[in-house]
């Protein structure tokens, strides 16, 4: 499958999900058998959010096998993140690789305000205030498109990925999730 043709498929997914016509239903066990002897597929990676409103597999109408989900709080990524996505650029060769944010972030949000974080929580709030100068303060929304280009930015250049992408093998988008409408849109 061409990064194009994975795009298509997100996107035509994504129109069944908001207009709630879903053909993703049951995992069967040809399914479950199939992916076993098989092995995984899957014609995109997700880097998103792990808020519990952004199931990518379902708002993308997508399948067991089709995706390959990364998710954490505020869709950062990290060393061990970025490992999974090599993984699955080079080793299943997902030709589609998208950074998905979404509105009303909660780690977004908490990024833009002097509170007080444990270390670990601090440690993803301080990765969303390197997207963009003057975090604390800012409107979340404009800081939630920032922190989808900076992920993007980070993903477009670790050395392995930027190879496959000059040499046309992937794909990266940036997107972003309404929870008022299940429309992703793409920027």
């Known amino acids: 499958m061409t990064p194009k043709e994975a795009l298509n498929r997100l996107l035509e997914g994504n129109i069944r999900y908001a207009e709630c016509k879903q053909t993703q239903v049951c995992i069967t066990q040809e399914l479950r ?12 990676a ?15 109408d997508a399948g067991a096998g089709e995706l390959f989900i990364i998710r954490t709080a505020g869709n950062i990524i990290g060393p061990t993140q970025m490992g999974s996505l090599e993984y699955a650029v080079l080793n299943l060769k997902t030709p589609l690789v998208v950074v998905l944010g979404h509105q009303h972030c909660g780690a977004v949000k908490a990024a833009t305000t002097n509170g007080e974080f444990s270390p670990s929580l601090g440690a993803v709030i301080d990765e969303i205030r ?10 979340p929304e404009i800081i939630e498109d920032e922190n989808i280009r ?7 250049a670790n050395p392995s990925i930027s190879k496959a992408v000059s040499e046309g093998s992937v794909h990266l988008a940036a997107a972003k999730y309404s929870l008022e409408t ?3 849109s793409f920027f």
């Open 182 to 184: 299940g429309i992703v």
């Open 33 to 44: 058998t199939d992916l076993f002897v098989n092995g995984q597929f899957p014609y995109a």
């Open 130 to 139: 390197c997207c963009a100068p003057n975090v604390i303060g800012s409107n």
């Open 46 to 60: 997700i880097v998103g959010c792990s808020d519990s409103r952004v199931p990518a597999e379902l708002i993308f």
């Open 150 to 156: 900076y992920v993007l930015a980070k993903i477009a």
